[in-house]
């Protein structure tokens, strides 16, 4: 353990765990993803079939994730079972990656969206005029009215969640909660007094392509990403041999229903056709089908809410896995250290904050959140695999969950996780080889610190 490290507090409860994830899925990525799945799988059914096929995967990932967090209740998730499993590289591969764009890169990414949806109420927020350049080798830090409102964004999440896990809590439970109501309301009424078609459900536009469908499996699995944060911070979930995979099991099955009814109401009011020519927020288009001129103000305030509660959840979850990365000595020393006043991981807060920022202002983060879309299922993947490889080497180790259909469930995933990062990888070489430059650029650091160096 570095210097200075010391533990986090158990204060959370399965609810506020499973609000971490409720809030970490569901953000940016269901109001522009499902056009991308339905132009690749251009039949209602087997467009309805692919969330329904992500949620499945989603939850035997969560459940198998379940059995290892309770069998390590650590902060960190998949860093943790990667580095119990296949050694020390693969735990830090996967925490390099998640600070470089899986954490920090979703969170600048949300942050931008945030600000043009808020430019509706504060006309000029979103303006994106540089007041001035920072030229540097490689790309050029823009500090316009845009950058310095989703920099202000990300600060505040920052800010609160540094000052104990008392009103981090607090304001992820409330923000989740608006969400979740948010969208039921607009589900309820699109579907009672919105203008759509049951008949839209039977058009088939073209034919699906096994390949295509894996591949619109990858923009489905990043949509799901984040069913897993409650294992980041299970070190801070009490009774986590219960709590952890109640709080799974809840927060997943809760985001695959309101994915469902969305995508179901999506094509009530779009044929799939349509559906895939969409521009930008998909939500936006519907809510305006159905709610005519006030819709993009009320899915402005939704809109609002739920990216709020996506950058709230993400620095949660996200710098507790640099902060297990750091007490193993894998990380800058600093970012082990636990706040002596409100008990959290406080640099590793401020330093994922900062590299948002920094992707904020290079306008980065949207290039290396879609390079490295397939990691997040490839290291999901690994770490359900993890599972295996835990009983079959501690065999008598105590485990307060098992997996639920275990072997076959986490079977599954894993093979299904193998296929889709394969098929991203032929169907899409450019983004996937640049996902893949991402992650293995970590192997020199990796060694940097594995000398000793901070």
């Known amino acids: 353990m570095s210097p200075g ?3 986090l507090e158990r204060r959370l409860g399965p609810l506020d765990a499973a609000a971490i994830i409720v809030s970490n899925v569901i953000g940016a990525g269901i109001l522009f ?5 339905a132009a690749n799988v251009p039949n209602a059914w087997w467009f309805l079939g692919a969330w329904l096929a992500g949620g499945a995967l989603a ?3 969560a459940m198998a994730y379940a059995e290892l967090a309770a069998l390590r209740p650590r902060a960190g998730g998949e860093y943790v079972y990667l580095n119990a499993a296949y050694g020390r590289l693969a735990g830090f591969l996967t925490g390099w990656t998640s600070f470089v764009a899986g954490f920090s890169g979703a969170m600048a990414a949300s942050a931008v969206v945030l600000v043009l949806y808020l430019d509706r109420f504060i006309p000029g927020a979103a303006d994106p005029t540089p007041f001035f350049s920072i030229p540097l080798p490689f790309v050029a830090l823009n500090v316009s009215r845009r950058s310095l409102v989703a920099i202000a964004a990300v ?3 920052a800010w609160v969640h540094l000052r104990g896990v008392g009103p981090g809590r607090v304001v992820s439970n409330v923000l989740a909660t608006l969400k979740v109501l948010a969208l039921l309301i607009f589900i309820a009424l699109g579907f009672s007094i919105g203008a759509g078609s049951a008949g839209n459900l039977q058009q ?16 489905v699995m990043f949509t799901y990403s984040g069913w897993n944060a409650a294992a980041y911070v299970a070190e801070e979930i009490r009774d986590p ?6 709080a799974l099991g809840l927060g997943t099955i809760a985001v695959i229903a309101i994915y469902f009814f969305l995508n179901l109401l999506y094509l009530y009011v779009l044929p799939v056709s349509e559906l895939a020519q969409v521009k930008g927020s998909v939500l936006d288009v519907i809510a305006d089908r159905l709610l005519g001129a006030r ?14 509660a996506s950058i709230s959840a993400m ?5 507790r896995v640099y902060y297990a990365m750091a007490r193993d000595g894998l990380f800058f020393q600093r970012a082990a250290r636990v706040h002596p006043t409100y008990r959290t991981p406080a640099t590793a807060i401020l330093a994922q904050a900062g590299w948002a920022s920094a992707l904020i202002l290079s306008g980065g983060a949207d290039a290396l959140t879609r390079y490295t879309g397939f990691s997040i299922t490839l290291f999901a993947g690994m770490a359900v695999a993890a599972l295996f490889v835990l009983r079959w080497r501690d065999p008598d180790a105590p485990r307060p969950f098992k997996a639920i259909g275990y072997p076959v469930a986490p079977a599954i995933f894993v093979l299904a996780s193998a296929a889709i990062v394969v098929n991203a990888i032929i169907r899409d070489p450019g983004p996937s080889g640049a996902g893949l430059i991402v992650i293995l650029a970590g192997i020199p650091l990796f060694l940097w610190f594995g000398r000793g160096g901070q």
């Not at 088939?204 to 923009?219: E, F, K, R, Y």
């Not at 041999?241 to 109640?246: A, C, E, I, K, T």
């Not at 620095?315 to 710098?319: L, R, S, V």
């Open 155 to 157: 600060f505040l999440m």
């Open 315 to 319: 620095t949660f979850a996200g710098p």
């Open 59 to 61: 939850f035997a990932g």
């Open 241 to 246: 041999g219960r709590n952890v995979p109640l």
């Open 33 to 37: 993803t499902p056009p991308q799945v």
């Open 204 to 219: 088939a536009a073209g034919p699906v392509a096994a390949s295509a469908w894996l591949l619109a499996l990858v923009s």
């Open 5 to 7: 490290a010391s533990v």
């Open 295 to 308: 819709a993009g103000d009320i899915m402005g305030i939704v809109s609002i809410i739920s990216l709020a």
